[in-house]
Nanobody, 122 residues
Framework: QVQLVESGGGLVQAGGSLRLSCAAS????????MGWFRQAPGKEREFVAA????????YYADSVKGRFTISRDNAKNTVYLQMNSLKPEDTAVYYC???????????????WGQGTQVTVSS
């Protein structure tokens, strides 16, 4: 029902910034809660940030709190993840996800993007 296309990943030095974008199509974007997850090689996919359908509520993993900001522009059917003060441990494949209920668990999301690689060099 919903297709998610991510962009903005790449290679950045520690302390730098990147902004990831996730463009949605196929259904009414504004009815979904959105989340960002990441997965490093050999590790479980972990929660990064989430935002409610209205944009009024956000939640962040402790590891990124104060450095990352999730936002959405429903008119553009796009969700963003602004990543500042990046650290080598932020290196992972980042995934955009959409769900009717949202939350921190992978199982709560119905649609996923293809993933985009973020590599932070020391």
């Amino acid at each position: 029902q919903v297709q998610l296309v991510e962009s903005g990943g790449g290679l950045v030095q520690a302390g730098g910034s990147l902004r990831l974008s996730c463009a949605a199509s196929g259904r009414t974007f504004s009815t979904y809660a959105m989340g960002w997850f990441r997965q490093a090689p050999g590790k479980e996919r972990e929660f990064v940030a989430a935002i409610s359908w209205s944009g009024g509520s956000t939640y962040y993993a402790d590891s990124v709190k104060g450095r990352f900001t999730i936002s959405r522009d429903n008119a553009k059917n796009t969700v963003y993840l602004q990543m500042n003060s990046l650290k080598p441990e932020d290196t992972a494949v980042y995934y955009c996800a959409a769900g009717y209920t949202g939350g921190v668990a992978v199982s709560l999301y119905d649609y996923w993007g293809q993933g985009t690689q973020v590599t932070v060099s020391s």
